[in-house]
Each structure stands twice: as structure tokens, then as C-alpha cells.
């Protein structure tokens, strides 16, 4: 399962970069201006950073919704660095492109995915990745996790090669539940992946142990 991180905040990305299983990075309009980033200039500059610190992938998403908008945007972020994946929106325009861009070489992200229908027509486009938001479904009172659980058995059945990037990771359960299902990326934020590090028995253990040690020494 490859972790990514979904920040466009250079120190957590720097921090999970650090912890040495890191796999990539997601960001989004709305992450990139809780950080300050606007501007055009600004914005591709930010991606070359992000680039310069992770050694996987890094979702840069399209801000236009029509086809010759999207594959103008998609391919200047594509020659931006060659970790670059283009994150294009699950729309009608948005799936040309994505068409478009798998046959060109250039890897994609189809997000803002709520259904199987959806993540067939990802695939169906050469998607490199599908992200369905299972948080978001979660906050509607949908079962996110069951979305994970129905594109995996549909993706299985005619081994497309779109991988399942479970986005809108909310919480350290989350991952687990995912990779229980077979999910083949989780984007969450770094909180999330520090969850996994942690169990009071871990903890009264270690403290334990270096308890007897200093005894001794
Ligand atoms: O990767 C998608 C993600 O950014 C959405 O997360 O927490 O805004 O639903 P959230």
C-alpha cells in the first residue's frame, strides 16, 4: 500500500518525507490556498518544491472544466517535474482529458469520485489513479468505505490497472480499514499516519524496559 500525504504544507510533507515511507503527495486548490499559494507562477513554483522533497508522485490538480482548458493546464504541469500526475475533476470534459492524457504518456488522478460508476469510467479513461473521498461520504452519512470495497471488486473482475487512491482519509481507522479492503494508496494527513504508530502497551512496554535497564546500569 503506498502512503501519501494530502498537504501542500512543506514541513509536514519535509516531516513525512522524514519517517522514510512516504510514497507521494496529493494536494488540491483548497489545500494550496490554506497555505498562502496563489498566483499561477507561485503555485507551479510550490509543485517543484513539493517535487525537490518527496521521491514519489505528486497530484497537481486542473482548475478548468472544459477540454481544451484542461489539457492546456494539465500539460504544463506535466512538464513541470516528471513526478507530476495531473488531478482532473470526474466530469464529462474531464474524462476526455484524462483519455487524452493516458494516451499521451502523461499519468492521472480522476478525483472528486463518489461512485462506482464513477471509478468505472476512470479506468475505462486510462486513469492512473481513481480518488473516491470516503471522509466526505462518511460526513453524509454514506458508508465511504463501502465505495473502496465495491471499485476493488469491480477493478478485479476486468484487472484494470487504475490505482485506488482512498482520498478524504480522515483518521488512523481509515488507512487500516483500507488496506484491509486492498486499496492501493491512502492520501491522509499526517496525523493520520502517526496514528498508526501508536499503542499504550508500546508505550508502558518501552518505559518498562528502559526502567530496568537504568536499574542496572
Ligand atoms: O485528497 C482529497 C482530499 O483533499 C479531500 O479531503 O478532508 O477535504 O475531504 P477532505
Given at each position: ?68 482548458g484542461i489539457v492546456k493546464e494539465g500539460e504544463a504541469l506535466a512538464k513541470l517535474h516528471d ?116 499503542h499504550p502497551l508500546t508505550d508502558s512496554g518501552l518505559e518498562k524496559f528502559l526502567a530496568d ?5
Open positions: 500500500m503506498k502512503f501519501f500525504i494530502d498537504t501542500a504544507n512543506i514541513d509536514q510533507i519535509k516531516e513525512a518525507q522524514d519517517l522514510g515511507i512516504l510514497d507521494g503527495v496529493t494536494t488540491n486548490p483548497s489545500l494550496m490556498a490554506k497555505e498562502g499559494i496563489t498566483g499561477e507562477e507561485n503555485i507551479k513554483n510550490h509543485y517543484i518544491k513539493i517535487c525537490e522533497i518527496v521521491d514519489g508522485d505528486v497530484s497537481a490538480e486542473v482548475i478548468s472544466t472544459d477540454f481544451e513526478q507530476i500526475v495531473v488531478k482532473v475533476p470526474m466530469i464529462k470534459e474531464g474524462i476526455k482529458a484524462i483519455k487524452y492524457f493516458s494516451e499521451k504518456g502523461i499519468r492521472t488522478n480522476c478525483t472528486l469520485v463518489f461512485s462506482v460508476g464513477q471509478a468505472l469510467l476512470a479506468a475505462k479513461a486510462g486513469a492512473t489513479y481513481v480518488s473516491p473521498f470516503i471522509g466526505r461520504l462518511d460526513d453524509i452519512s454514506t458508508d465511504g468505505l463501502n465505495l473502496i470495497e465495491e471499485i476493488r471488486l469491480v477493478y478485479d473482475n476486468y484487472m484494470f490497472e487504475t490505482q485506488i487512491l482512498a482520498a478524504s482519509i480522515r483518521h488512523t481507522m481509515h488507512i487500516i480499514d483500507c488496506a484491509k479492503i486492498g486499496a492501493d494508496v491512502m492520501t491522509g494527513p499526517l496525523s493520520s499516519i502517526e496514528g498508526l504508530l501508536k535497564y537504568n536499574k542496572n546500569n
